[in-house]
């Protein structure tokens, strides 16, 4: 049971509460501390919002270069796979493929910081980014295989080169996807 005293110290010091925060000083130091604290949560805010930002931009950089490289491939593999094609052109095809895939010097990127950058690379970093599409395991095989399974005079077997593009195809239609739903989302 309370007794008077206890009471009325209580009260007191609920009073005395209420009297230090609703004067001049308490109104200061409740406004600033709440002021600061919705500052910060909307810093806060605001810094997510442009790190998602830039993630996004980079995301669509990376997955414009990637559908830029598989559109280059096909383009040369259809030539290549073609019937009547001279031995010199052959070469030459397979030779740009093989640019192509590793981001040789005179392979023209979408964008210049892409130049010398070796197309697994770009997997990598769309991976890292939260962009990894069904049968995105086999793509590091697909694209070693375009690098180093020509022969020596730089002919591919043909079935292997219609697999790596259907593999190719259907990685990059799935980047695009994810890369679609990621703008929609935001």
């Known amino acids: 049971m309370k007794t008077p005293t206890n009471a009325g110290s209580a009260n007191s010091f609920g009073s005395r509460t209420w009297m230090i925060l609703n004067s001049p000083f308490g109104l200061f130091l409740l406004s600033s501390v709440l002021l600061s604290g919705v500052v910060r949560l909307y810093s806060d805010r605001q810094q997510r919002a442009e790190k998602e930002r830039a993630r996004e931009q980079e995301v669509v950089k990376l997955a ?15 030539h290549l796979l073609s019937a009547g094609l001279s031995e010199p052109d052959r070469v030459g095809h397979a030779v740009l493929i093989w640019r192509v895939v590793i981001g040789e010097q005179a392979f023209q990127p979408t964008v210049p910081e892409y130049k010398t950058t070796h197309s697994l690379a770009l997997v990598s970093r769309l991976k890292l980014l939260g962009i990894s ?11 070693s295989y ?17 697999r790596a593009v259907a593999a190719l195809t259907e990685y990059r239609n799935g980047v695009n996807h994810e890369v679609g739903e990621l703008r929609n989302s935001s």
Request: hydrophobic residues 30%; aromatic residues 12%; proline residues 5%.
């Open 133 to 143: 599409p069904r049968g995105a395991g086999d793509i590091p095989d697909t694209l």
């Open 64 to 78: 414009t270069e990637f559908d830029y490289r598989v559109t280059q491939i096909r383009y040369l593999a259809s």
């Open 146 to 162: 375009l690098e180093n399974g020509k022969d020596a005079s730089w002919h591919y077997d043909a079935e292997r080169l219609r």
